[in-house]
């Protein structure tokens, strides 16, 4: 059983980090459930501060991932239409372009969409800009924090 639970742990924090960069797939939580599978086995031995201050970064950076990029496009003059040009330039660069289509997706996507809107073309591209940062953000966000977990995981579960 516990090789199950730690074969298991190891597909979550895999899927984390894929998660990171894919926006359907809830990355730092899934890491987190990991690292929970690999706690359970007889090799996880971790501090529960560990795992409590591990699960409230997880669920913090799960909330500012959906905020950042919002925050920064509105700071940089953008609407919702830019967003949500950003999440669908997202989708189509990862699809179409792999990997360079995951920042230069959003880019475009939210240039188009502030374009195509009929009150903002002015503010296409520093839009597009900001809704860039605030994506880059969330995903370096969302990278540090599954790497962190996946590092506790494997020192502990592996090293020690």
Do not use: Q
């Not at 998660?19 to 090799?43: E, T």
């Not at 939210?110 to 520093?126: I, Q």
């Amino acid at each position: 059983m516990d090789y199950f639970l730690v074969a298991l742990g190891a597909l979550f924090l895999l899927l984390g980090l894929i998660g990171c960069i894919l926006p359907v797939i809830p990355g730092p939580p899934l890491s987190f459930a990991g690292l929970l599978l690999g706690y359970f086995s007889k090799w996880g031995k971790f501090d529960s501060d560990i795992l409590i201050w591990l699960g409230v970064a997880a669920a913090v950076t799960t909330v500012l991932d959906y905020i950042l990029p919002l925050w920064a496009t509105k700071k940089f003059g953008g609407s919702k239409r830019g967003v949500w040009g950003a999440t669908i330039g997202l989708l189509l660069g990862i699809v179409f372009f792999p990997p360079l289509g995951i920042i230069i997706g959003p880019f475009i996507g939210a240039f188009v969409g502030e374009y195509t809107s009929a009150t903002n073309k002015h503010n296409a591209l520093p839009s597009a800009i900001g809704s860039l940062i605030g994506f880059l953000l969330g995903t370096g966000m969302k990278f540090a924090v599954a790497g962190v977990i996946s590092y506790y995981f494997v020192v502990e579960i592996f090293i020690r």
